[in-house]
């Protein structure tokens, strides 16, 4: 036990270290799981067996549904609208037209049977969210023409038509199926998936918005629960767990809900630990040695899914829309396969009607020269192509909160002797980038305008915009104990170090933003402010007990 949960750490903290060391050198981090995954396997360095298809292909399905529900989560519907019918017409449409055409490619000049040749197609048949959003996002790299929306739509929306595509295949070569049955299959994985996603976020949102979780932390693991019954509900019924997962997260994430914040900084870190997990797991799984004799068909089928069957189905479905060609090829070439086609890929090796075809190793060869070759050169192809916005934030494509910067909200108490007492809102001068929001007089909320006047006993309420950089922010506590020499000093008298500053006093259960004239009590605490490069070049002194 002591030992795996060793090995475990070690992995998370190398897939971290490598994280860092391939953003310098400008590969993508996937790429650097995989490695570390083959270093840890059969063939590499630490040489762990590990050939569990079934155990890999429950965890990656879990992991999985969150990538699913953050790829809904974050996105914003505000800025993906006006491409939606373009994204979900590639995520579909285009789905179909790739699938098909690499399957045929199979068929025809690969010369593989014909549903293997279609379950090759349907399974690498979707792009990766998680490869396209950590390469648009590490890069910072805005696109024009509300490219980087339609990639996130529909590379966060398309995994759901590739696995019924890959279901619908495996279930023909169960030799069970029948036109009537796959019609059935098709109508109940969306029916269903569709059904269920709308009950269940609706269900969240409402109780989301009414009901306070008592113990911090209780709403994120209420809406882990969510992710997993969007699947499960569903799935239980033959409808579609990912398409339902998807909508889930899309309506949850575009809807204003309480610590919602700090929901996106959790799901942003779980679901990266879920991508070095799946990522992983593909090297571990995979035998290096058994790569050269798949090569060259992976590799011919990696080529003409990159040149040939994902620009004809792009061009298929955006010429129609009159879109600029520069546009089609860059949303061409950002059709990284990922993921989806891992998890999809193990899902057919433990299905009963798997042939023994190697369709694993295939798609990991497929996956590995995509991150490879089209995650390294994303960059380069959209300055090449003139698609590069540098005025355009990609992070506005998201609707992550965790790169924007922090409001912070100020309660100013406003006293008799206040000297804004009796003034109106036009006299008083604020500073910049300061905003007065609202005045709590009461039980009474007062939306304020300039003839608004101040009384005593209202509590304005005013936002400014937070302090980000705080690594030179550096805060230390004093108690105040019995026998201080501080007691009864005033604020203006306290001075152990000239570098320091009382910014706050903690007095029972009342905190109080000290002024010069404020006494200082006994069992206050007070919190202080140092400036590091101003204390490290003072004399050490003693203090007084405090």
């Given amino acids: ?90 995520s579909t449409l285009g ?76 279930s023909a070569m169960s030799g069970t199926a029948s036109a009537g049955s796959i019609f059935y299959m098709i109508f109940a994985q969306l029916f269903f998936g569709i059904l269920f996603g709308c009950l269940i976020a ?128 860059l949303v061409s070439f950002a059709g990284l396969r990922g993921a989806a086609s891992i998890v999809f890929a193990i899902m057919a090796t433990v299905d009963e009607a798997y042939t023994g075809f190697d369709v694993y190793h295939i798609v990991f060869c497929i996956v590995l020269l995509s991150i490879l070759f089209q995650g390294s050169f994303l960059s380069q192809a959209a300055k090449k192509l003139n698609m590069s916005d540098t005025e355009t934030d990609v992070m506005k494509t998201f609707s992550d909160y965790s790169e924007e910067a922090d409001l912070q909200f100020i309660r100013i108490r406003i006293t008799e002797e206040h000297t804004w007492s009796h003034k109106a809102v036009k006299d008083i001068s604020l500073p910049p980038d300061t905003l007065f929001l609202m005045l709590l007089r009461g039980e009474e909320t007062v939306i304020p305008s300039g003839e608004t006047i101040f009384r005593p006993g209202d509590t304005a309420v005013l936002s400014a915009r937070g302090y980000q950089e705080q690594e030179d922010l550096e805060l230390t506590e004093m108690k105040i104990t019995a026998k201080s020499p501080w007691i009864g000093i005033k604020i203006s008298d306290f001075s152990p170090y000239p570098g320091e500053l009382v910014i706050m006093i903690l007095r029972g259960d009342e905190t109080v933003v000290p002024k010069g004239d404020t006494i200082i009590m006994e069992n206050d605490l007070l919190v202080i402010y140092s400036v590091p490069e101003y204390r490290k070049n003072l004399p050490v002194k003693e203090l007084p007990a405090g």
């Fill in 95 to 170: 789905v179909v037209i790739t699938a098909a055409l690499t399957g045929f490619f199979c068929y025809f000049i690969l010369k593989f049977s014909f549903l293997d040749s279609m379950l090759i197609g349907s399974v690498v048949s979707s792009t990766d969210a998680a490869s396209v959003f950590s390469i648009l996002r590490s890069k910072n790299m805005g696109l024009k023409y509300g490219t980087a929306s339609m990639l996130e739509l529909e590379s966060g929306s398309n995994d759901p038509c590739s696995y019924m595509l890959t279901a619908v295949v495996l």
């Fill in 202 to 329: 609706f269900a969240a949102r409402f109780i989301l918005r009414h009901i306070n979780f008592d113990i911090a932390g209780f709403d994120m693991a209420f809406v882990i629960a969510v992710a997993l019954l969007s699947y499960t509900l569903p799935s239980i019924a033959g409808g579609n767990g990912y398409l339902s997962a998807y909508m889930v997260g899309i309506i949850l994430g575009n809807t204003k809900i309480k610590n919602k914040k700090s929901l996106v900084n959790f799901f942003d870190g779980i679901t990266g630990l879920m991508q070095m997990l799946i990522f992983f797991l593909l090297g571990l799984l995979a035998t290096p040695s058994q790569l050269p004799r798949i090569f060259l068909p992976a590799l011919a089928i990696a080529l003409f899914l990159t040149l040939a069957a994902r620009p004809l189905a792009v061009s298929a479905i955006l010429a129609p829309f009159k879109c600029r060609l520069n546009q089609q090829v």
């Fill in 1 to 90: 036990m002591t030992w795996n949960l060793l090995l475990i750490s070690s992995v998370i903290l190398l897939c971290i270290l490598l994280h860092r060391v391939s953003d310098k050198i400008g590969v993508p981090m996937l790429l650097a799981f995989i490695v570390l995954g083959m270093a840890f396997g059969t063939d590499g360095i630490v040489k762990i067996p590990f050939e569990n298809y079934e155990l890999a292909e429950n965890v990656c399905s879990t992991a999985l549904i969150f990538i699913m529900f953050y790829g809904g989560f974050g996105t914003s519907w505000y800025e993906a609208r006006p491409v939606a019918v373009k994204s979900v017409l590639l």
